[in-house]
């Protein structure tokens, strides 16, 4: 249990990291005026499939779970990354739009070719139920640190 808390407290800590790397961005599709609610704030934070039919305290660690392993099942370590011997975090920002899409993916950190794989897997992740605020949909900010290790 206490590894699980810690676990998710440094998740938390990574995502809210500062770099003082250039931002690049890969992906545009926000729209302009549109404003985003941070991730920490919202009242109902975008639901991942299959996180639907659970209790709403536990929708965040389930959504936390399901990005984690949505990570581990499509990560694809660059095979030019692995002879080149590059390891290092990229963190991934996105938003989660009102329809419940990816948009606005940007990447920071960390060497070009990861970034690309980390744009790559997010990409990849499904439609989500979008997050509310005063009863309406919004669009939703994340930050997600994606770790490259070689072993």
């Known amino acids: 249990m ?6 998710a407290l440094a998740l938390i800590l990574q995502a809210t990291i500062t770099y003082s790397q250039d931002i690049i961005v890969i992906d545009d599709e ?3 005026g549109e404003s985003s609610v941070p991730f920490a704030v919202i009242e109902e934070a975008p639901t991942f499939p299959g996180c639907e039919e659970i209790e709403k305290g536990k929708k965040l660690s389930c959504f ?6 949505h990570i581990n099942t499509n ?3 660059p095979s030019k990354a692995r002879r080149k011997n590059i390891e290092g975090r990229v963190l991934v920002m996105f938003v989660i739009n009102k329809e419940g899409d990816i948009t606005n993916i940007e990447t920071k950190g960390g ?4 970034q690309t794989e980390a744009l790559r897997i997010v990409r990849l992740l499904p439609k989500m139920k979008p997050g509310m605020q005063k009863g ?10 994606i770790n490259f290790r070689l072993q």
């Open 136 to 145: 309406k949909p919004v669009n939703v900010k994340y930050a997600l640190p």
């Open 75 to 77: 990560l694809k370590y």
């Open 2 to 7: 206490i590894k699980k808390t810690l676990f």
């Open 30 to 32: 926000v729209k302009k």
């Open 111 to 114: 060497d070009p070719i990861l």
């Open 64 to 69: 936390n779970t399901k990005v984690s392993e």
